[in-house]
């Protein structure tokens, strides 16, 4: 097997092409399309968007954004952190490490991530190393943040 690179996407109609293959799988949820779409500067070097492919073929993409401490809701004390999301692989390459690879990418920044886990892939998440996130929202935001914190980096306790 060829060794798992992650790959900063190019914001481009290339791309936009690739991601349309996604959405043929019927998760308009985790679409991109518009994200792209409104992001549309041709190799923007700011994409959020990053992915992973098998041949000429993109099989595992996910979104990732800094987050500022000022802008934290999540975390205390209140700290810079990545919030993960639109993590999708294609069916076909589930099982062989792509996902996992995305994930561990996002942790090398060794800044705590939050990210929304997609109905039935909680378990994915937990076997992550991810955990409910310990504070009571003032607000209901709709969600449910799982949370990692990198290792030496503690959340305090509620």
């Given at each position: 097997?060829?060794?798992?690179?992650?790959?900063?996407?190019?914001?481009?109609?290339?791309?936009?092409?690739?991601?349309?293959?996604?959405?043929?799988?019927?998760?308009?949820?985790?679409?991109?399309?518009?994200?792209?779409?409104?992001?549309?500067?041709?190799?923007?070097?700011?994409?959020?968007?990053?992915?992973?492919?098998?041949?000429d073929?993109?099989?595992?993409?996910?979104?990732?954004?800094?987050?500022?401490?000022?802008?934290?809701?999540?975390?205390?004390?209140?700290?810079?952190?990545?919030?993960?999301?639109?993590?999708?692989?294609?069916?076909?390459?589930?099982?062989?490490?792509?996902?996992?690879?995305?994930?561990?990418?996002?942790?090398?920044?060794?800044?705590?991530?939050?990210t929304?886990?997609?109905?039935n892939?909680?378990?994915?998440?937990?076997?992550m190393?991810?955990?409910?996130?310990?504070?009571?929202?003032?607000?209901?935001?709709?969600?449910?943040?799982?949370i990692?914190?990198?290792?030496?980096?503690?959340?305090?306790?509620?």
């Amino acid at each position: 097997m060829n060794q798992i690179k992650v790959e900063k996407l190019l914001i481009n109609y290339k791309t936009l092409e690739k991601f349309k293959f996604f959405k043929a799988y019927g998760n308009q949820e985790l679409s991109m399309m518009e994200d792209l779409q409104s992001n549309m500067i041709e190799n923007d070097s700011e994409s959020p968007f990053f992915g992973i492919y098998y041949g000429d073929n993109l099989v595992a993409r996910m979104s990732l954004y800094q987050i500022k401490a000022k802008y934290d809701q999540y975390f205390d004390p209140p700290q810079d952190y990545l919030t993960l999301w639109k993590l999708e692989v294609l069916p076909d390459y589930r099982g062989k490490g792509y996902g996992k690879a995305l994930v561990d990418f996002a942790k090398a920044y060794k800044l705590p991530i939050k990210t929304n886990p997609l109905i039935n892939s909680k378990h994915f998440w937990e076997k992550m190393g991810f955990q409910k996130a310990h504070y009571e929202m003032e607000r209901d935001l709709g969600e449910n943040p799982l949370i990692w914190m990198p290792e030496g980096v503690k959340e305090k306790d509620a």
